[in-house]
């Protein structure tokens, strides 16, 4: 089973949006409503800020959110800040030989 | 406050085994599912493997790349989880974590421990 495709980098200003794009198959993104996401800050443990692919944890900012077009998840970040930088792994229930299924991860650069 | 505190890890030769124990407070284990995830050195997350709870049989499921060498098993009466490896490989040097699933999401997450497998 192979990651999920996530950009290696994403970067932008304070107060911009951006989006992180999480493609996968038919067999995981695609085939269910499993989607989560999840920010890594260096030396730390991830955290969850997405699952079922539109719904924040509580305590997690409303600049984040969640969407699903076909085999593609996206994370949009609003409103960036400089505590937004960090990396960020997709992370999808498979039909495969694996249960789950990581994304490579994301690196977000706030400029 | 939940905490999940991974121990065992350490340096290990290839072809050698290691048990990792998670040790959970602030929350019943026996409550959810359990699983591990690793990371490599400088590289992102990768699912070990689950284990289910007691209404669903304590059924286990593995990734392909260490189905065989490795065994989940918990201890509810201790709020605990392990994680058995054998055969352990270069590419299984890593840091493992101990989670929690429920409902096809990773809430909790432990600190990790480190396993090393070299010469």
């Known amino acids: 089973q192979s990651a999920l495709t996530q950009p290696a980098s994403v970067s932008g200003s304070p107060g911009q949006s951006i989006t992180i794009s999480c493609t996968g198959t038919?067999?995981?993104?695609?085939?269910?409503?499993?989607v989560s996401w999840y920010q890594q800050h260096p030396g730390k443990a991830p955290k969850l800020m997405i699952y079922d692919v539109t719904n924040r944890p509580s305590g997690v900012s409303n600049r984040f959110s969640g969407s699903k077009s076909g085999n593609t998840a996206s994370l949009t970040i609003s409103g960036l800040q400089a505590e937004d930088e960090a990396d960020y792994y997709c992370?999808?229930?498979?039909?495969?030989?694996?249960?789950?299924?990581f994304g490579t991860g994301t690196k977000v650069t706030v400029l | 406050e939940v905490q999940l505190v991974e121990s065992g890890g350490g340096l290990v030769q290839p072809g050698g085994s290691l048990r990792l124990s998670c040790a959970a407070s602030?929350?019943?284990?026996?409550?959810?599912?359990m699983a591990w995830v690793r990371q490599a050195p400088g590289k992102g997350l990768e699912w070990v493997g689950r284990?289910?709870?007691?209404?669903?049989?304590?059924?286990?499921e593995y990734a392909a790349s260490v189905r065989g060498r490795v065994t989940i098993s918990r201890d509810d009466s201790k709020n605990s989880l392990y994680l058995q490896m054998t055969s352990l490989k270069a590419d299984d040097t890593a840091l493992y974590y101990c989670i929690t699933e429920f409902w096809y999401r990773f809430e909790y997450w432990g600190q990790g421990t480190v396993i090393t497998v070299s010469s």
């Open positions: 992370n999808s229930y498979s039909s495969s030989t694996t249960l789950y299924v």
């Open positions: 602030g929350l019943r284990i026996s409550d959810y599912y």
């Open positions: 284990i289910t709870h007691i209404g669903d049989g304590y059924a286990t």
């Open positions: 038919s067999g995981d993104i695609g085939g269910y409503k499993y």
